[in-house]
């Protein structure tokens, strides 16, 4: 079963930046298409960013411009930047897969605060 341990969350004011980390257990994580997920208060979780093993990326309307995903295939581990972060940015952010079939379980996922 894959291992996925998120981190870098924490409390921000409105416009700062944060990175978030998102480390796997899988062997053959290059192979896959990784993305960033979060789940507000009361909200369904929904993706905000993607990366294919290319490094082709896509992102939600809602967080372009102001986030950017990264993979390091060596490292197993797939990145956030989060930039001009917003109150409504607020959850806990998850990585699974991007495309496909979802690991078969979530990792504990970082919580992110922003304050206005």
């Known amino acids: 079963q894959v291992q996925l341990v998120e981190s870098g969350g924490g409390l921000v004011q409105a416009g700062g930046s944060l990175r978030l980390s998102c480390a796997t257990s899988?062997?053959?994580?290059?192979?896959?298409?990784m993305g960033w997920y979060r789940q507000g208060l009361g909200k369904q979780r929904e993706m905000v960013a993607s990366?294919?093993?290319?490094?082709?990326?896509n992102y939600a309307d809602s967080v372009k411009g102001r986030f950017t995903i990264s993979r390091d295939n060596a490292k197993n581990t797939v990145y956030l930047q989060m930039n001009s972060l917003k109150p409504e940015d607020t959850a806990v952010y998850y990585c699974?897969?991007?495309?496909?079939?979802?690991?078969?379980?979530w990792g504990q996922g970082t919580q992110v605060t922003v304050s206005s």
């Open positions: 899988t062997t053959m994580f290059s192979r896959y298409t």
């Open positions: 699974n897969r991007g495309l496909g079939t979802l690991f078969g379980s």
């Open positions: 990366i294919s093993s290319g490094g082709s990326t």
